[in-house]
DNA sequence: GTCTATAAGGTGATAGAC
DNA sequence: GTCTATCACCTTATAGAC
């Protein structure tokens, strides 16, 4: 059991809260009961809700922004990249389970808010683009849009999560427990799935 | 121009309101305003914030409960079935562009809400499945869990748009048209790329 | 059915003692 | 740094006139 300072104390019970219940639903003194302080203690360190808040929302994001790049880096073969990357996200989501829909929620409630972040975390794509190019080029893959093949691999991944409960009530029947084999099967099917789809038959 | 009752007036602003705000971001005032009437009529008409949401969430859901048994049902090829349904859910969410994350949201803030709904609408799946293995049976697709199936086609379709800020900020630098290009391509892509990830090549 | 007025209780934020 | 007390405002909901 680590010791913290009243300053982390609010920043993980603030996680907790806001990722429950979304900014609009939060309060600040529920936060201050989960931190286990006085409410104005909330305001003595972050000053206002607004702002307590972009904290705990950026580094949420951080967690989720996905290590596209450095899956792609190497020389190792390209649907091992795909292997890799599908693993290693599906496997972050799987220790932070409501992050994907409480970035989705609050960016649907206020798109603006991305646009302080895009600057202060690099997420430059290019590499990405330019290995699926390639692999077009020596027509070691189908043709496809760069764009089209990064955005379906991750939906294969995120939307699992973001729709859990509609997929565990209507598709398992309120399983939990299938639900859980769904997304454990996925992590290596879900790449599967894709190299199937692009791997070049001719 | 249609003329409207007040009863319906409300529905509209309500929705339009929600969906933009969510249950706990919204205003009873805003959704008066919204629709032009004075704000004790809301509770005339519906009795309380929680049950207006509620209508208007299942209208919403209802929308979007998606077609799957009738794109499914009669003779035609089971590739043809998919390209018919991925193009008929994604000319809904054309449509209905911000009704995903709102209904993702407030089910992640509240997934007990579904319960009620699933008796309500019914929505049984099993046609799809025992199609889905007919299909494997008969050696026209590869093996898979029909259940990964049907979820991997649903979030091609609903995955770009439930994510569109992350999407148009970070994959297309900020660009409407590019993003919006994206989503075109993809009524016919989508279904392109499942079938070329299930076709058996046997 | 529709309005005005107001109740009843919360909400984020701050002042000031210790 | 941490607490208590309190402000100023907002929010849902209802009562009662028309």
């Keep these: 059991m680590v010791e913290k300072n009243t300053e982390e104390k609010i920043i993980v019970a603030a996680e907790k809260v806001f990722i429950e219940k979304g900014l609009a639903g939060a309060r600040m003194q529920e936060i201050a009961d989960e931190a286990g302080i006085n409410k ?21 994001f951080k967690t989720f922004a996905p290590d596209l790049i450095k899956a792609f880096e190497g020389d190792d073969d390209f649907f091992v ?9 599906l496997s972050i989501i799987d220790k932070n389970p409501h992050i994907p829909v409480f970035i989705i929620s609050e960016l649907g409630n206020n798109p603006k808010r991305l646009v302080d972040i895009i600057g202060y975390l690099d997420l430059n794509v290019q590499p990405v683009y330019d290995a699926i190019e390639e692999e077009i080029k020596k027509k ?14 991750i939906a294969l991944c995120v939307f699992p999560v973001v729709a859990k409960p509609i997929i565990k009530n ?19 099917e879900a790449a599967r799935f894709v190299i199937s789809a692009i791997k070049n038959t001719d």
């Design 40 to 60: 104005s203690l909330l305001h003595y360190y972050y000053r206002s809700k607004e702002k307590l808040f972009t904290m705990v929302f950026k580094i949420a």
């Design 81 to 89: 990249k795909i292997e890799r990357f599908v693993f290693a996200y």
């Design 140 to 153: 070691m893959i189908k043709e496809i849009e760069p764009s089209d093949l990064i955005i379906n691999v």
């Design 170 to 188: 209507i598709v398992f029947k309120g399983s939990e427990e299938e639900y859980k084999k769904m997304l454990d099967r996925r992590k290596v």
